[in-house]
């Protein structure tokens, strides 16, 4: 046997149009692919940037806090 979910649309609710919701749903999507590309460029960027050398990222981090704490 077979279940199924009947949903039922809030009829006062303008989103329920069928239409639009894809279009949002659609949009939503479009906007993640983008994220998802510029964030693949970064990440390839930085492995192809290679490795620092003489880079203390102990005293990095102590510099951003005061600069963080000067203002």
């Known amino acids: 046997m077979f279940q199924t979910k009947t949903i039922k649309p809030d009829v006062g609710d303008s989103s329920n149009n069928t239409p639009e919701t894809a279009w949002a749903g659609l949009s939503c ?3 993640d692919l983008k994220r998802i590309s510029d ?7 930085g492995i192809d940037s290679g490795e620092t050398v003489g880079f203390d990222p102990e005293h990095h981090l102590q510099t951003l806090k005061a600069k963080r704490a000067n203002g």
Request: with cysteine; hydrophobic share 40%.
């Open 29 to 31: 999507l479009k906007c």
């Open 39 to 45: 964030l693949e460029t970064a990440i390839r960027k």
